[in-house]
């Protein structure tokens, strides 16, 4: 079994020479059998004898044995003569304070121990004992709850500075091994608890999948394996695609081409939101398949529509493309839009959100070519009335979209270019005293077309931040 365990060590790299290594020991069978193993191999790795040290987190739940245990650790590490830090965390007011499930609390203390002791050693590995068993409770854990490809890889072997030397090795042969030692241990009597659901995959389903096939655990072991290896391919494909689906983003929103993830395969897009749903949270915790398969169908479905996702994060179709967002508290959902205005003449430069628009008076012999670029337009100066200025939309806003006279509402514009709603109260419009010009990139009011009687021309350029010159080529339809 040392042969085996030592493979797997080299395998993963999980100790090299001059790595310092703190073991969590327990007193149970697992945890007593890995630093054994340890002290076995330690010339093999290369280990000085300072290198190995123990860390027992006295938890002090359990009322009678928390204490036993700890004395067992305590006389095992001055017969094996390895240094022994032990630390007893207020478990129970740590859990109330954060909020936290006791066992979760306690995984957090316990962890922290550890790097605790390890920093003071000056870095290196964290060495846990989660066996083959562990494994494949874990796995069938998941499955249970509905994880995916990630769920399914399990317990790692390594993970970040925590490596598990034991993954591949079955509780039946730690137990043999340290027999054939005369080697004690503790046993946790919470492990017979049917309370926790590990424990009833442990000592019912497992039994129950060993009696049709009696290396069920070494098939669920060898299937993490695998999932593993296909979670990390998949994950290095979502990473390179993802830039590719984002539209735009802040720390606070992402907003993404409805386009390019339909181009995806369901699963793929399924990984992308998940990614997208993930990076706006802040972490994975909370976020499930349920939550992902919400984003599939918003996807899918109408403009307009909207859905509520954990940490506060709503998800909404906005046109061609999809919003996640941190939701604002609901008095900032009451306030209205922020507003500008801002009076200019010909040979100003105005500053507007996102860009900023020149201007200039020319004489009609002076133009050519009218413009057909977007941001470029010009106007017969003449037909402006009492000057002009640059500000957001206003409810009554309409342009002539004909010589005949027919217009059309600002409103309706944003809408038939789709616009997203929140942009729409910000959109810049250049006005005079009586009417909109200009929808900057949107629409021109035709009743300031040039004609044959023009004499002067307003010369109007808009130039997103960023941008000084070379707009040619965007051309309107």
């Not at 006389?75 to 003569?81: A, G, I, S, T, V």
């Not at 490596?163 to 079955?170: A, E, H, K, M």
């Not at 992308?272 to 993930?278: C, F, N």
């Not at 500000?391 to 006279?405: L, Q």
Request: proline share 4%; with cysteine.
């Amino acid at each position: 079994m040392e042969e085996q365990i030592l493979k797997m060590i080299l395998e993963y790299e999980m100790i090299r020479p001059g790595d310092r290594v703190v073991v969590g020991v327990s007193g149970g069978a697992d945890s007593v059998c890995l630093l054994r193993v340890l002290l076995a191999l330690r010339e093999r790795l290369s280990l000085a004898t300072d290198d190995l040290q123990v860390v027992h987190v006295n938890h002090g739940l359990r009322e009678h044995t928390a204490d036993r245990d700890e004395a067992f650790v305590r006389k095992l590490c001055e017969d094996l003569q390895v240094p022994l830090t032990v630390e007893r965390p207020d478990v129970s007011g740590y859990a109330k304070s954060e909020g936290l499930s006791v066992e979760e609390a306690a995984r957090i203390l316990r962890y922290r121990a550890l790097r605790e002791t390890l920093a003071k050693l000056g870095g290196g590995k964290i060495a846990v004992a989660h066996n083959a068993g562990d494994q494949a409770e874990t796995v069938l854990f998941h499955l249970a709850r509905g994880s995916g490809i990630a769920g399914m890889a399990g317990i790692r072997p390594v993970h970040k500075d925590v490596i598990r030397p034991l993954l591949r090795t079955p509780r039946s042969e730690i137990e043999a091994y340290l027999a054939k030692l005369g080697q004690d241990f503790c046993e946790d009597e919470t492990n017979q608890d049917l309370t926790y659901s590990r424990n009833r995959i442990r000592h019912h389903v497992l039994p129950e999948l060993t009696l049709v096939n009696r290396g069920t655990s070494e098939h669920i072991n060898s299937f993490a394996e695998e999932a593993a290896e296909i979670e990390a391919y998949f994950k290095e494909t979502t990473r390179g695609l993802f830039e590719s689906v984002v539209a735009d983003e802040e720390d606070d929103w992402i907003c993404l081409s409805v386009a390019e993830l339909m181009k995806q395969t369901p699963y793929m897009r399924r990984r992308l939101l998940y990614t997208a749903l993930e990076r706006i949270c802040g972490g994975r915790k909370d976020i499930t398949r349920v939550h992902v398969s919400s984003l599939m169908e918003l996807l899918g479905g109408e403009t307009g529509r909207s859905i509520h996702l954990p940490y506060d994060v709503r998800a909404r179709r906005s046109y061609d493309t999809l919003w996640i967002e941190k939701e604002r508290p609901v008095d900032e959902e009451s306030e209205e839009p922020e507003t500008y205005l801002h009076m200019f003449a010909p040979g100003e430069t105005v500053s507007v959100p996102g860009g900023r628009i020149t201007s200039a008076l020319k004489k009609r012999s002076e133009i050519t070519e009218i413009p057909k670029n977007i941001y470029t337009k010009v106007f017969d100066y003449a037909k402006i009335k009492d000057g002009l200025c640059v500000r957001t939309p206003r409810e009554s806003d309409a342009v002539d979209i004909d010589t005949t006279g027919k217009t059309k509402s600002l409103s309706r514009i944003m809408i038939d270019a789709k616009v997203d709603r929140t942009l729409r109260g910000t959109w810049p419009i250049i006005a005079d005293a009586t009417s909109v010009l200009w929808v900057i990139g949107l629409r021109y009011n035709e009743s300031f077309r040039l004609d044959a009687s023009t004499e002067d021309v307003l010369y109007l350029e808009y130039r997103p931040e960023g941008e000084d010159d070379g707009r040619e080529d965007q051309r309107a339809d």
